[in-house]
T-cell receptor, first 108, second 111 residues
């Protein structure tokens, strides 16, 4: 079993829809939770960073962490074609462990 | 303009040759990392360095070597012992708050 599980998709939504992404994990030592966005053939870009359980909002993006369920989510409101990318969850104890990434396409 | 640079962007080599990938950062971060990315497998940790002149093996270190002689630089050598070297290689540096920032990557093709 992988430490971090993420559905690879692909996920296709119409412009303006809410995109919902999630990851589950098995290591209860994880304390820091991140979401990265990666455009094709580029390096990942840090999108959201949260510590411990709760919600964090940044513009159209909301990250949620539920440590009791070992489950994290990323929501993208009012999605745009420019949001089309692969989204990677990552979490940290002494090193960063990544999910496999979910490929999202927002259709104009 | 702070950030991480990797060079070259594309690299082609013949099987049996060693090749060195460059990674430089000007973010003043102590920790640096090398990852390999293959389709459908996410990022896998090759080597990391928490401080100058010290580095540790990651999950898939076999066939790779690194050095950390300067804080700004963390080059990765892909040796001929690496069985499947064709991949996208990513370098990252880490802030004290554990945020990792990535370079643009190097796509290595070995034939």
């Amino acid at each position: 079993q992988k430490e971090v599980e993420q559905d690879p998709g692909p996920l296709s939504v119409p412009e303006g829809a809410i995109v919902s992404l999630n990851c589950t994990y098995s290591n209860s030592a994880f304390q820091y939770f991140m979401w990265y966005r990666q455009y094709s053939r580029k390096g990942p870009e840090l999108l959201m960073y949260t510590y411990s359980s709760g919600n964090k909002e940044d513009g159209r993006f909301t990250a949620q962490v539920d440590k009791s369920s070992k489950y994290i989510s990323l929501f993208i409101r009012d999605s745009q074609p420019s949001d089309s990318a692969t989204y990677l969850c990552a979490m940290n104890d002494y090193k960063l462990s990544f999910g496999a990434g979910t490929t999202v396409t927002v259709r104009a | 303009d702070g950030g991480i640079t990797q060079s070259p962007k594309y690299l082609f080599r013949k099987e049996g040759q060693n090749v060195t990938l460059s990674c430089e950062q000007n973010l003043n971060h102590d920790a640096m990392y090398w990852y390999r990315q293959d389709p459908g497998q996410g990022l896998r940790l090759i080597y990391y360095s928490q401080i100058v002149n010290d580095f540790q093996k990651g999950d898939i270190a076999e066939g790779y070597s690194v050095s950390r002689e300067k804080k700004e630089s963390f080059p990765l050598t892909v040796t001929s012992a690496q069985k499947n070297p064709t991949a996208f290689y990513l370098c990252a540096s880490e802030s004290r708050e554990y945020e990792q920032y990535f370079g643009p990557g190097t796509r290595l093709t070995v034939t």
